[in-house]
């Protein structure tokens, strides 16, 4: 310890100069809520996972075993009528609306939940969530990065799945007509085009389970829990949709609209039930996300 006069005197002033790295607002220099947790980083993150790479290669996987399993069955089912079943192996784009048709009541619900509800409740089983928040990430910040990454891999994987199955379609099935289970038949293109109005649909569609599986993980810290709640409300809502002594309270089930893109594959689309479904779909995943941010803004991060 320094008792000399003099060079007290100096380290005061020096101590009196010194730039403390403190701006205005009390945060420190140069720190900026915008660049913490930048959107590349957390898509790295989720892209590295085992959980990302094996349902990714799973789904890459399932319309060559699809095909096998025609392969190895019989083929007595008539390729100008019957069910989504019978016509699969009539043409390429017979082949994606079955794989869709076959993927929508479970796998493609199950791989959102999965992103969403797995995003938020996984750092906390982790306990890095809380060092997350005192890098300092903004809370609403840190949900809406990581609601957008599963938001990506959730769209990657949705159009994934279709785009594989065309190119295996082309090859063991050609480039036929896209035939309905009501005989209408549209040519190649505009096949194509139907499928893709499809996606696009199911994707919107498939915004509520995203909502609620984003609910879901900002209240727990089991991931498992999170996700597996998504799904079994998913899967709820379709019983409850077969009871048809719920009438009209059906058409508010999140999932009776489910497969109304099946009104794409004739000649003239009836965009009426589409559009129900995509307003139910949005005004459910709207209410969740605000629930969610609100529970995660005021939640007590002690993991």
Same mark, same amino acid.
């Given at each position: 310890?320094?008792?000399?006069?003099?060079?007290?005197?100096?380290?005061?002033?020096?101590?009196?100069?010194?730039? +403390?790295?403190?701006?205005?607002?009390?945060?420190?220099?140069?720190?900026?809520?915008?660049?913490?947790?930048?959107? *590349?980083?957390?898509?790295? *993150?989720?892209?590295?996972?085992? *959980?990302?790479?094996?349902?990714?290669?799973?789904?890459?996987?399932?319309?060559?075993?699809?095909?096998?399993?025609?392969?190895?069955?019989?083929?007595?089912?008539?390729?100008?009528?019957?069910?989504?079943?019978?016509?699969?192996?009539?043409? @390429?784009?017979?082949?994606?609306?079955?794989?869709?048709?076959?993927?929508?009541?479970?796998?493609?619900?199950?791989?959102?939940?999965?992103?969403?509800?797995?995003?938020?409740?996984?750092?906390?089983?982790?306990?890095?969530?809380?060092?997350?928040? @005192?890098?300092?990430?903004?809370?609403?910040?840190?949900?809406?990065?990581?609601?957008?990454?599963?938001?990506? =891999?959730?769209?990657?994987?949705?159009?994934?799945?279709?785009?594989?199955?065309?190119?295996?379609?082309?090859?063991?099935?050609?480039?036929?007509? =896209?035939?309905?289970?009501?005989?209408?038949?549209?040519?190649?293109?505009?096949?194509?085009?139907?499928?893709? =109005?499809?996606?696009?649909?199911? &994707?919107?569609?498939?915004?509520?389970?995203?909502?609620?599986?984003?609910?879901?993980?900002?209240?727990?810290?089991?991931? +498992?829990?999170?996700?597996?709640?998504?799904?079994?409300?998913?899967?709820?809502?379709?019983? +409850?949709?077969?009871?048809?002594?719920?009438?009209?309270?059906?058409?508010?089930?999140?999932?009776?609209?489910?497969?109304?893109?099946?009104?794409?594959?004739?000649?003239? &689309?009836?965009?009426?039930?589409?559009? *129900?479904?995509?307003?139910?779909?949005?005004?459910? @995943?709207?209410?969740?996300? =605000?629930?969610?941010?609100?529970?995660?803004?005021?939640?007590?991060?002690?993991?």
């Amino acid at each position: 310890m320094h008792t000399d006069p003099a060079a007290v005197a100096e380290f005061t002033e020096l101590a009196e100069h010194e730039h +403390l790295g403190v701006s205005p607002v009390g945060a420190a220099a140069g720190y900026r809520a915008g660049r913490t947790l930048p959107l *590349r980083v957390e898509l790295a *993150r989720q892209l590295g996972r085992r *959980r990302t790479q094996l349902l990714l290669g799973f789904l890459v996987l399932l319309p060559f075993l699809l095909v096998l399993a025609f392969e190895l069955g019989s083929d007595s089912a008539s390729q100008r009528s019957g069910g989504f079943v019978d016509l699969a192996t009539s043409s @390429a784009p017979n082949f994606v609306v079955f794989v869709l048709f076959v993927s929508g009541n479970f796998l493609l619900p199950m791989i959102v939940a999965l992103f969403f509800g797995d995003t938020v409740a996984s750092e906390a089983s982790w306990s890095s969530l809380k060092y997350l928040l @005192a890098i300092p990430v903004p809370r609403l910040r840190l949900l809406r990065q990581k609601a957008l990454a599963s938001a990506l =891999l959730s769209l990657f994987a949705l159009v994934l799945l279709p785009a594989v199955a065309l190119v295996v379609g082309l090859v063991w099935y050609g480039t036929g007509q =896209l035939v309905s289970p009501s005989g209408e038949a549209l040519p190649f293109g505009d096949g194509l085009v139907a499928v893709l =109005l499809a996606v696009g649909y199911l &994707a919107v569609h498939l915004c509520w389970v995203a909502g609620v599986a984003l609910f879901l993980s900002v209240l727990t810290d089991a991931p +498992l829990g999170a996700v597996g709640g998504a799904v079994l409300i998913s899967i709820l809502s379709q019983i +409850l949709d077969q009871i048809t002594a719920l009438e009209d309270l059906r058409d508010y089930l999140p999932t009776h609209y489910a497969f109304a893109w099946s009104d794409l594959l004739s000649s003239e &689309a009836d965009w009426g039930d589409m559009t *129900r479904g995509a307003f139910s779909a949005l005004a459910f @995943a709207l209410v969740f996300t =605000l629930l969610a941010a609100r529970r995660f803004t005021t939640k007590d991060i002690t993991s």
